[in-house]
């Protein structure tokens, strides 16, 4: 990942370890790359990961339907449930365009340690397999089923 002649970065070392987890992260070639790249993965959904001051973050969004918005009340209680039962994560939805997402967000706020930040993405992994058997999520997912989105959430 690291051109000749240049340094490492510790964020590097975090994608380097997301491709050994059967990722493939997408560089584009530009600066930006240092601040986030989608990472795909043949069978979990998509990552934006991005660089903090001290570790990443790591987002997934969905798209959801329309019981997302005429059940609101009830599908942020599922929401809430999510985020009772999770171990690393935070779920939190918002509006893009007309329909909303629903995020899953985790921050590993430590300099990269290998077995660490492996834990760490077995949690996030957790998080969000507990969440997709929840028989909410199929509720308020988009017409039974699931688009990953690719929107950076690096707020």
Not at 112 to 119: Q, S
Request: charged share 25%; net charge negative.
């Amino acid at each position: 990942m690291a051109k000749k002649g240049e340094e490492r970065t510790e964020f590097q070392d975090f994608l380097a370890h997301l491709e050994y987890m059967g990722y493939e992260v997408q560089y584009t070639g530009s600066k930006e790359d240092e601040q986030g790249l989608y990472a795909t993965h043949h069978r979990r959904p998509s990552l934006w990961v991005f660089k903090r001051f001290v570790g990443v973050g790591v987002s997934i969004s969905y798209c959801m339907g329309q019981n997302a918005v005429t059940c609101l009340s009830d599908y942020l209680k599922a929401i809430n449930e999510f985020n009772k039962r999770s171990i690393v994560s935070t779920f939190y939805t918002n509006i893009d365009g007309e329909s909303p997402n629903l995020s899953i967000c985790a921050m590993f706020a430590a300099p990269y340690e290998r077995r660490a930040f492996g834990v760490f993405m077995d949690e996030m992994h957790r998080d969000h397999d507990e969440m997709r058997k929840a028989s909410d999520f199929d509720f308020y997912a988009e017409d039974d089923t699931v688009d990953i989105v690719s929107t950076a959430q690096v707020s």
